[in-house]
């Protein structure tokens, strides 16, 4: 037992010597992880142990509230308030600031297809499923239906003017 790394000395003596959580994980030898942190975070409220000297590196700082709600003021998607916030559009990201907004009760009314009950699209719901019955993926149900392409698909794949590596098809052919 006195070798674990969750006794109250052995916590004492790394939690003074340590910046933060991660640094205490070093220390101790233990693998650098969510579980393993809350643990000791477990483990140093029940000991009574002061970590107030720990440097918080929290996201909710880095982003205050006020200025993700000046971000979405000025955007009309997440991906905007993302982007002006000058993080990467990364799945996380979006997640933590989607998160974030509803947490701080920001109004996002003015975002497109949030908060609404009805969906104005172009096509019908039988139009939508014999696309999806005759195409072969998403974005050739997207092609189909009409649905611009954005540049970065591969929607123009499946028109007769695509060409890779070999000449444009005609329309004659088959």
Not at 75 to 91: D, F, H, I, Q, Y
Not at 149 to 167: K, M, P, Q, V, Y
Request: hydrophobic share 30%; charged share 25%.
């Amino acid at each position: 037992m006195g070798n674990s790394p969750y006794t109250r000395e052995r916590l004492a003596e790394g939690i003074a010597a340590s910046a933060n959580w991660t640094d205490l994980m070093r220390r101790l030898g233990l693998p650098e992880n969510g579980g393993r942190r809350r643990t000791l975070q477990r483990k140093a409220t029940e000991y009574g142990l002061d970590t107030s000297h720990f440097k918080q590196r929290s996201p909710w700082k880095k982003y205050p509230d006020s200025a993700i709600a000046a971000a979405v003021k000025r955007s009309t998607s997440l991906r905007e308030v993302v982007n002006e916030l000058g993080a990467p559009p990364a799945s996380g990201t979006l997640s933590h600031i989607g998160r974030r907004i509803a947490a701080a009760g920001i109004d996002v009314d003015h975002f497109p297809g949030l908060n609404r009950s009805q969906l104005d699209l172009s096509f019908t719901t039988d139009e939508l499923r014999a696309a999806a019955a005759s195409a072969k993926s998403i974005r050739g149900t997207a092609c189909s239906l009409g649905i611009p392409d954005d540049g970065r698909s591969r929607c123009h794949a499946l028109t007769d003017t695509w060409c890779r590596n070999r000449r444009p098809r005609s329309r004659t052919e088959t």
